[in-house]
Each structure stands twice: as C-alpha cells, then as structure tokens.
C-alpha cells in the first residue's frame, strides 16, 4: 500500500513540474519574442508608421525608426490617452476588420506583442520604451 501512494505520488509530482516547466517555457518564449512597433509596422511598407499616420496627422518625424518614443515627445504629458488610442485601434473590431486580432486568433499576437514583461518586478511595460 505504502509503495502505491509513494508511486503515485512520484508521478504527480513529476507531472506536476513538466507543467511547470512547460508554462515557464511558454512564457519566457512570449516575453523573449515580443517587438516594438516595427515589428509589425516595419518601414517602407503600407503598414509603416510614417503611411498610417498621414491621413489627418502632422508629419512625424523618424515615427519608424522610433515607433512609440516618436508618439511620446508630443503625446507624453498624456500617455493613458495615446494607450486608450493605440490600444483602441488594435483591440476594437473582429478579426476580419483587426489585423492585430486576426493574429490574436491565429495565435501570433497577444498583450506582450506590444508590451514587455518584466519578470522580476512584474511590471508591464511598452516594448522599446
């Protein structure tokens, strides 16, 4: 009876740490893999920064090369409002409207796509900032 349980619970036990293991795995993949907005928005392309923010924005300069940093020296003082927008224009709609939720489905893209984990002290922060 003794031996039973003892094996039982050996293979609980290790169960329960490849489990452990494999969700630390998944998520240090998450935060290791994540990007900054050019990673999506890479320069010279339709997606661009410089191309989305043309329509109705003053002119932004080096938006690609800085992503969010070029968003901030105006946008700064009201940093709740540009997450409000940003996130807006990449959470709001379906997937078939989102391109950002289309790649949430699909499983390419979720919250550390744009934000950094830091594990230590368990802050999120905006990638490249």
Do not use: Y
């Amino acid at each position: 009876m003794k031996k039973g349980l003892l094996i039982l619970f050996t293979l609980v036990l290790i169960v329960s740490l490849m489990g452990t293991i494999s969700l630390a795995k998944s998520v240090e993949d998450l935060v290791t893999n994540n990007g900054d907005c050019s990673t999506c928005h890479q320069p010279g392309t339709d997606d661009s920064l410089e191309s989305i923010l043309t329509n109705g924005h003053m002119p932004v300069d080096n938006a690609d090369e800085d992503g969010v940093k070029a968003c901030l020296k105006c946008h700064g003082q009201f940093a709740s409002d540009i997450g409000n927008t940003l996130h807006k224009k990449h959470l709001v709609g379906t997937p078939d409207s989102n391109e950002f939720l289309a790649g949430v489905k699909s499983g390419e893209n979720n919250c550390v796509s744009c934000h950094d984990f830091k594990v230590k002290s368990g802050k999120v922060t905006v990638s490249g900032l």
